[in-house]
């Protein structure tokens, strides 16, 4: 019977997700219904549901905005042809690609532009991959496996760089380019990593809380890169964990035999649902603890274009 259920910190919302979703609510309080949306603006179902109850419309591609409308771009980033055929068809574009994203994009143009090889370690397919690649195509390779690596066919002496996605587990990342450098001793690496400090803090603060759970709930949608790396980081710790979107999702057979369970919240999960699934657990008489707090207090300002339009209209009403 689960009598404690430990709170881990940080969990959650970070800065990046913040400001992508504030932007949206602001475009939408600015110029009023429909706000279109390139891909989910955030990988959480329930941010997205609230959003499109707002007048937010969610849409695969730029090309399906109607001319001369406003769009806003995910956290994720894009790759430069968005851009261009946002252009094309007149539409008030508003970028709400995460900063630290945007950190590895200026990397692969400043790469390619000195002539290296990139080597991007991601997930093919994840849409911040999609749009960093996009940065270079012709100069990128992708490597998601320390196997890839081992496969990769250039010469030792190459002009190689690497870039990495940000919300990647810490420690499969090392093994990744611990095998790129024995492959390639020269190969250049960022002044600064490209994990996010969000991901490598609740990835942290996990593993911290591991010795004292029997099982832990990471709150997330299926498509959240870095709340599936919450799961693989438990489990690659001998406890078992599960993702979940919200108390809904809890099997009663995951916590036969647990006493203390731990809830986490990837970077795109308000607190809301972690609010609901410490609710459910009370409601069954556990006591909720938090763990391991630490403070993050990362905040990064609404898109420059939107900024300017939020100014401009508190000037006219003035």
């Known amino acids: 019977m689960v009598t404690r259920v430990l709170l881990a910190s940080p969990r959650g919302y970070c800065a990046g997700v913040e400001r992508a979703v ?11 219904p429909p706000v279109y949306v390139r891909k989910q603006i955030v990988h959480n179902a329930h941010v997205v549901r609230e959003l499109e109850a707002r007048g937010a419309v969610f849409v695969d591609e730029e090309t399906d905005v109607p001319r001369g409308e406003t769009v806003v771009l995910s956290a994720h980033g894009v790759a430069p042809t968005v ?33 290296y090889t990139i080597v991007l370690v991601g997930h093919a397919g994840h849409e911040e991959v999609v749009g960093t ?20 066919d250039l010469s ?11 919300t990647l587990s810490v420690d499969e990342t090392m093994e990744i380019v611990a095998a790129l450098r024995r492959r390639f001793p020269r190969i250049h690496a960022p002044k600064k990593e ?34 599936n790396r919450l799961v693989e980081v438990a489990r690659a710790g001998g406890v078992e964990a ?14 036969e035999g647990a006493e203390t369970v731990g809830v986490t919240s990837g970077a795109s999960a308000p607190e809301s649902l972690v609010d609901g699934v410490c609710a459910w657990f009370r409601a069954r008489g556990a006591v909720v ?30």
């Open 133 to 152: 690649m996009g940065e270079a195509p012709e100069a990128t390779v992708l490597v998601q496996s320390v196997e890839d690596v081992e496969e990769l």
């Open 242 to 255: 599960h993702l979940i979107d919200d108390e809904r999702d809890i099997d009663d057979a995951w916590l």
């Open 22 to 32: 504030q932007t949206v609510e602001r475009a939408l309080e600015l110029y009023g």
């Open 83 to 115: 851009y261009r055929n946002a252009a094309e068809r007149g539409l008030n574009t508003i970028d709400a690609t995460c900063p630290l994203v945007t950190k590895v994009h200026v990397e692969a143009r400043r790469y390619a532009a000195e002539g």
């Open 289 to 318: 603890e938090p763990f391991a707090m630490v403070e993050e207090d990362v905040t990064f300002r609404l898109p420059v274009e939107l900024r300017r339009e939020l100014e401009l209209a508190e000037t006219q009403r003035r």
């Open 156 to 166: 030792v002496g190459a002009k190689l760089a690497y870039i990495t996605q940000t």
């Open 194 to 227: 490209d994990i996010c400090y969000a991901t490598s803090n609740r990835q942290w603060a996990v593993k911290e809380m591991l010795a004292d759970i029997d099982l832990l709930l990471v709150i997330g949608s299926r498509n959240s890169s870095n709340s």
